[in-house]
DNA sequence: TTTGGTTGTTCAAACGTTTGAACAAAAGTA
DNA sequence: TACTTTTGTTCAAACGTTTGAACAACCAAA
C-alpha cells in the first residue's frame, strides 16, 4: 500500500510548481503544450490520481449525489436506482445510497448522513410513515432536492411522479369495460401523494361511470402482500362483496389474489384484479397480475436529470424553481382482469 | 442557501480558537468541561455540521465504501447491497454504488471512478464478461477489497461465496430422488468461478449416481431467460433429450420453462427443472421454481462485515490475510421439480 | 527607445479540519 | 519559597488542490 502520488511529487520531478501542473492538468490557456504535455507523462508514470477531497475542499464540490429510498431490494426502487445512477455517473457524479427502512427516524437519520457525506443533491423518495414534511422542506433549501414517487405537495421542491390520479382512473375504466361493477381500493396511506391521487382516481372515476362509492370498499393498507390479503379477506366477508379490486400496489394486488383463491374463487372470473407499478413478479405469477406501470427506470433517470439541472442552475447564483415532472402512466392488462365472459349488469 | 457554519464560526462566536473547538467536539480530555459544554450549544446554535472533505483530506479517510455490482436491479444483487449498507451504515460508512452491466470495460471505468472518489474499500462482485482479473488484483494492492459470488481464485484477495459445489450437488441430487435420470446443465461462463464450480459440482454428483456424463447436456449461456430458452430449445432436439435441467441461474429455469412449454411439455411431469439464487419471482411464477438458495443478504452482509475488519487490520500497519467465507446454500424445493408419479428407471 | 501586449510561469492564500508542540496559569509537593 | 506537575488553551503546520494576482521574458508596434 503505497502512498499515493500527488500534484507536487509530479511538479518536482518536473521542476516545475505544483500549480504549473494543476493548471497543465486542467487544460489552462496559458500553460504551453510542451509542459501540458510533459506533466501528463509524468501523471501517468506516477500513477497519479487527483486527490477528490482536496479538490472537493478548495472548490466546494463533492462530485457525491445522494439517493435515498424505502428499501433498496424492491424492484420498483432498484430500477429507479438504476435509471438515476446511470444518469448520475454519466454527468461524472457518484452516487451514495441509503434506506429508510419505511421508518420515518432512519428516514431523518439517513438524510443527516447525506448531508454529512457533503452530497451535492438529493434524490429521495419518502419513507410511507413519513407525516411531518418540514425536515425535507429545510433541507430544500440548503440542497438541490428531487423527490420521486412518494412525495407530498410543496411548491418549493421538485418532483418527479407518475399521474398518479390517471393510473387510478386507467385501472377503474379498464375493470369497467371488463364488467365488473363493484370495484373495491386497497389503497396506500392517503398521506403519502401517489396514493392519495390513486384514492381520488378511484373515486373520480367510479363517479365517471355512474357506480356509487361505498366507503366498506376502500382500505388503507402499507403495501405489502399480508395487508392485501387481509383487507381481502375482510373485504369478501361484506354482505356484498365487490366483483373488482383495484390495488394501489402489486404487492397488494398478489395478497389480493392469495385471500380470494383461499376463499375458493377465481380470478378473474369471481374477483377481477388491477394491481399497480408493475413490479417484476407481476408478468410471471399465476394468475398473471394486470398492472399500470409507472416506468420505475425513467422515473430514476428523469429525477436524476432534474437534479442535475438544478443544481447547474443553482450554481449561476440564480433561483431555480421547482418543477413538476408527471410521467403518464400505462395500463398493462394481464390474466387478473381479463375475463372470458363480462357481466354487464350494473349492480348500483 | 446560507453558507454553512465552520468550525471557526464556533470559534469566533466563542472567543476562543478553532483548535480548541474541534478538540472539544472530538471529546479532547484536555478540554474542560465548561467549553466543551459552551463549543456543542454554540455548534446546535449555528447548526454546524461537519466538512467531511475538510477532515477527510486532514486525517485521510473519505468513510466511503465502493460497492461495484453487475446490475442493481437483480434482485440478488439488490438484497446483498441491503444487506451491505446496513452493516456498512451501521458501522458509519457510506455506501456508493456503481454498476458494471456486466461489461468489462465499464467495470473497468467504474473501479477507477470509486477510486478516485477515494473509497476506503471495495466490494465488488464481478462482470460476467470479465476474463483478465489483473485490475483486481492490482486494486487490491491499495485498497481493501472484498469479492463476493463472482469471484476467482487468488489466495490474496478476501470472497464471500456461498458453496456452489455443494449446491449444485444439493441440485442433482434432488433430481435424482425426484426420479429424473438424464439431467442436463445450463450454466454460467465456466471461468467465472461460481458457475465453474457448478459446473464441477453437477459432474460430480452425476457420477456419484453412476450417471453418464454427456456433453451435449451442458450448455454455457449469459444468465438470462432468452439464453435459457434458446438453450432448452436445443436441449429438447436431441435424440435423447434430457428428462430435467439444473440451471446455474433462475433467470436460466425461467427461459427453460417457457421454452418447455411452447413444445408442449409439462413441467414438472415432463422435464423437471431447479434453478440457482431463489430470486424472488421463482416463488411465485407458476410453475415455481425449485431453487439453490444462496442467501443473498446474509452474503452481501458477511462481505461488508469482512471488510470492516480487514480495513481496521489494515489500518494497524499489520498486513491483514485474506480471508475466504463460504456459506453453505439450501435448496428450495418447489413445484417445478415435485413431480408425483417418480420414474425410478435410470436410462443409463 | 519607450510603451504595450503576449506568453508561460511562480506566488501566496485559501478551503475546514486535526494534532503535536508550546505555553501560561493554576495547583500540588517538598 | 522554589520547584514540579497538571490543566486548559493557543500556535503553527499540515492534508492536496485551485486560482487570481504578480512577475519576468519576450515580441511587436510606434
Known amino acids: ?71 433498496i431490494h424492491y424492484s420498483f426502487f432498484a430500477t429507479a436506482i438504476k435509471g438515476a445512477e446511470e444518469v448520475l455517473s454519466q454527468a461524472g457524479y457518484n452516487v451514495i445510497i441509503a434506506q429508510s427502512k419505511d421508518n420515518a427516524a432512519l428516514e431523518r437519520k439517513q438524510l443527516e448522513g447525506l448531508v454529512r457525506a457533503q452530497v451535492e443533491g438529493i434524490i429521495a423518495s419518502m419513507a410511507i410513515e413519513t407525516k411531518d414534511f418540514s425536515f425535507y422542506q429545510e433541507l430544500s433549501f ?17 418532483t418527479v411522479i407518475v399521474d398518479d390520479f390517471a393510473g387510478a382512473v386507467k385501472a377503474v375504466d379498464h375493470l369497467v369495460e371488463m364488467g365488473y361493477s363493484r370495484i373495491a381500493h386497497l389503497g396506500g396511506y392517503a398521506h403519502i401523494l401517489p396514493f392519495g391521487k390513486r384514492i381520488e382516481g378511484y373515486k373520480s372515476a367510479l363517479a365517471k361511470h355512474g357506480l356509487p362509492f361505498r366507503k366498506e370498499y376502500l382500505f388503507q393498507c402499507a403495501p405489502n402482500k399480508d395487508e392485501g390479503a387481509q383487507a381481502t379477506e375482510r373485504l369478501l366477508q361484506l354482505p356484498e362483496p365487490p366483483d373488482a379490486i383495484f390495488a394501489a400496489s402489486d404487492y397488494l394486488a398478489f395478497g389480493a389474489i392469495k385471500a380470494a383463491k383461499k376463499q375458493g374463487l377465481h380470478v378473474p372470473d369471481d374477483l377481477g384484479l388491477v394491481g399497480f407499478s408493475n413490479e417484476e413478479f407481476s408478468a410471471q405469477v399465476s394468475p398473471s397480475i394486470t398492472s399500470v406501470d409507472q416506468f420505475s427506470e425513467a422515473m430514476g433517470a428523469s429525477a436524476a436529470e432534474l437534479l442535475v439541472r438544478q443544481m447547474r442552475e443553482g450554481k449561476g447564483g440564480k ?27 350494473h349492480t348500483p
Open 1 to 71: 500500500m503505497k502512498k499515493k502520488a500527488t500534484i507536487v511529487d509530479i511538479a518536482n520531478k518536473l521542476g516545475i510548481t505544483p500549480s504549473a501542473v494543476s493548471k497543465a492538468l486542467s487544460g489552462h490557456p496559458r500553460i504551453s503544450d510542451e509542459t501540458k504535455l510533459a506533466v501528463i507523462a509524468a501523471a501517468k508514470a506516477l500513477e497519479y490520481t487527483p486527490n477528490h477531497m482536496a479538490m472537493g475542499l478548495r472548490k466546494g464540490t463533492s462530485g457525491l449525489i445522494g439517493i435515498l429510498v424505502p428499501a
Open 319 to 345: 433561483e431555480f424553481i421547482a418543477q413538476k415532472r408527471i410521467l403518464s402512466p400505462k395500463l398493462i392488462a394481464r390474466e387478473s382482469s381479463l375475463r372470458k365472459v363480462k357481466t354487464t349488469l
Open 142 to 158: 440548503d440542497i438541490p432536492l428531487v423527490l420521486f414517487d412518494r412525495t407530498f405537495e410543496d411548491d418549493n421542491v421538485s
